[in-house]
């Protein structure tokens, strides 16, 4: 087996049997109300959420991020996930549609989840190995209600993924991709319920997240620069990317944080 084989192989498996696209690669596809199939995608499909998606939506939405998650999402346990991930919970309708979709579209276009944006593209990052950097695989989805797929319209990965606005967005939460992939889960170690909770709260819970940073004795215990303790306490974007950072030290134990002298006790554990 080549080594792009069992990166292949190692996907998740709705990935799994669909055309893999390499870097130069093209497909054609359009979505637009002209087509016939407009929306048909939008129903009973599992959408996962990147830390981004829930507070972006939320936001939209006028809503807490706690709010959000309640009312909006669902959250799958499997004994395969090392970590929790966050679905869009569809309608309790017969056809299962999301919720913010009608039949002019999708009402939250701008703030649209990641999956949406890559749409017919998917993504999979292989497990971490040691000394390697994931690198992502992109497969195509040419699924049989989709006539967007017999469009004109040209793309490779790259220029489907710069239309849709989505490398900044990935610019963003390289943190949190760092932490999904990282090598501290070679071997199929898992985190103990604490630190899943942790993950949780700091990834998808803003809100809560900023009670835990301003409202404990957080502050106390960690040194941080001024600037940021201020940009962070209006800022949601600010404050995510402290939260990937924060994770880095309190679930692997990584110098991403100093502790006050004041603060630190033998054996501690972060």
């Given at each position: ?13 709705p ?12 497909f ?6 002209g087509i ?20 972006r ?10 709010e ?53 593209l ?15 695989v ?8 989709c ?6 319209n040209?793309?490779?990965v790259?220029?489907w ?27 199929g ?19 809560t ?14 040194e ?23 994770l ?13 002298e ?9």
């Amino acid at each position: 087996m080549t080594d792009s084989e069992q990166k292949y192989s190692e996907l998740p498996e709705p990935l799994k049997g669909r055309r893999q696209l390499s870097k130069n690669d093209t497909f054609c596809f359009d979505c637009q109300p002209g087509i016939s199939c407009f929306t048909q995608c939008c129903a009973d499909i599992n959408i996962l959420l990147t830390p981004l998606d829930v507070l972006r939506l939320a936001r939209r939405l006028d809503m807490s991020t706690r709010e959000f998650l309640d009312t909006h999402t669902m959250m799958p346990i499997t004994k395969d996930l090392h970590l929790p991930v966050v679905m869009l919970k569809m309608s309790d309708a017969e056809d299962k549609r999301c919720s913010f979709v009608d039949k002019n579209g999708c009402g939250v276009y701008e703030d649209r989840p990641w999956s949406c944006r890559m749409y017919p593209l998917g993504m999979g990052l292989p497990p971490a190995r040691a000394g390697e950097d994931p690198v992502p695989v992109y497969v195509l989805f040419e699924d049989d209600f989709c006539k967007g797929t017999k469009e004109k319209n040209e793309w490779t990965v790259d220029s489907w993924k710069q239309n849709q606005a989505v490398p900044e967005r990935e610019a963003f939460e390289v943190g949190f991709q760092e932490i999904v992939s990282h090598p501290w889960f070679i071997g199929g170690r898992q985190l103990d319920p604490r630190r899943i909770e942790m993950f949780h709260m700091a990834c998808y819970d803003l809100d809560t997240f900023r009670r835990f940073v301003f409202s404990s004795t957080f502050l106390n215990r960690f040194e941080l620069e001024e600037d940021l303790i201020e940009e962070m306490r209006t800022s949601d974007e600010a404050l995510l990317q402290f939260a990937f950072r924060w994770l880095r030290f309190a679930l692997f134990a990584e110098p991403t944080m100093k502790v006050r002298e004041t603060a630190q006790k033998p054996g501690r554990n972060p």
